[in-house]
């Protein structure tokens, strides 16, 4: 049986280029989204069968849609072997203005508590079917797709890093809670990729790499099994050296650094 990976966020950008990864490594694909037309489309326009994917409607902002859509993945497809929690958006905010706490939780929602929503249903079936194979020391992998913006908050972008902030932190206590139990936790943090959601940006974007080639060293990365990796190599020297930088140095270098587009603007 060809192994089963889990995407959300399968209908654009970074999602379809590591389903589209999947699929030449002879992967089954669980797709899930909001837009299941653009999935079912991005299928047939790849000529990928219909025994070798499913997709599954599912707002990973709302927590019972994602774990009916796993759960519907379960019970047509079996138990994953890769869950990637992929879906994120990216809005700009402004503490001063009151709808923007919304624009926060809508953030947060997604970006968080979707990535945990999205593992969660998935975390029993995956440790009893590494029980019936005998097999308890690989249970799966869970991969969370992050961002080099959850390394320092930069200014305007505040909901955005702090929703990746908090999902590479995420991710970091669950790898340590989980290893015992057999399961690998893979955090991803792009630096910028060239996808719809980057195209709005209307700052420099240094190391721009195409989706496709993101997806190729996101797929050797999961294999590997790597804890943490920053995808471009030159974004991880840029985080290493962001990570220490002091902050006097960090404010003066970013204070100029345009803001990220709000929703309102
Ligand atoms: N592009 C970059 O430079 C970059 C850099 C760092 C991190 N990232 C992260 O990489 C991930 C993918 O981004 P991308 O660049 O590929 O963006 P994208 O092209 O805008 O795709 C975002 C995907 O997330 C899905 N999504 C958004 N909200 C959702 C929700 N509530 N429920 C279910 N799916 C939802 C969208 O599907 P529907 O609208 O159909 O639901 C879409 O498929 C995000 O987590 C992003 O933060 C991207």
């Given at each position: ?9 399968a ?19 669980a ?46 497809q079996?138990?994953?072997?890769v ?41 029993h079936?995956?440790k ?14 869970l ?25 590479i ?39 721009l ?57």
């Amino acid at each position: 049986m060809r192994p089963l990976v889990f995407i959300t966020g399968a209908s654009s950008g970074i999602g379809q280029a590591l389903a589209l990864r999947y699929h030449h490594a002879g992967w089954r694909l669980a797709l899930a989204a909001r837009r299941v037309p653009e999935m079912q489309a991005w299928l047939e326009t790849h000529g990928v069968s219909p025994e070798l994917a499913h997709c599954y409607l599912a707002d990973v902002s709302d927590v019972n849609s994602i774990i009916a859509a796993a759960n519907e993945c379960l019970a047509e497809q079996g138990v994953p072997d890769v869950v990637i929690a992929n879906a994120g958006i990216s809005i700009g905010m402004d503490t001063q203005v009151r709808q923007d706490l919304e624009v926060l939780q809508q953030v947060m929602n997604t970006n968080v508590v979707g990535m945990a929503a999205t593992f969660h249903p998935f975390l029993h079936a995956m440790k009893n079917r590494a029980v019936q194979m005998g097999h308890s020391q690989h249970v799966g992998t869970l991969v969370g797709i992050a961002s080099v913006a959850g390394i320092r908050g930069m200014p305007g972008h505040a909901a955005y890093c702090a929703s990746k902030a908090a999902a590479i932190g995420y991710c970091e206590s669950l790898r340590g809670e989980l290893k015992p139990e057999g399961f690998k936790v893979v955090t991803l943090a792009p630096g910028y990729i060239k996808t719809p959601l980057t195209q709005k940006n209307k700052f420099p974007m240094p190391f721009l790499m195409s989706a496709t080639d993101f997806a190729e060293a996101a797929f050797q990365a999961i294999e590997k099994g790597h804890s943490f990796k920053v995808i471009p190599t030159p974004m991880a020297w840029v985080a290493r050296v962001l990570r220490i930088l002091p902050n006097t140095l960090f404010d003066r270098a970013f204070k100029n650094v345009p803001r990220k587009h709000r929703s309102t603007d």
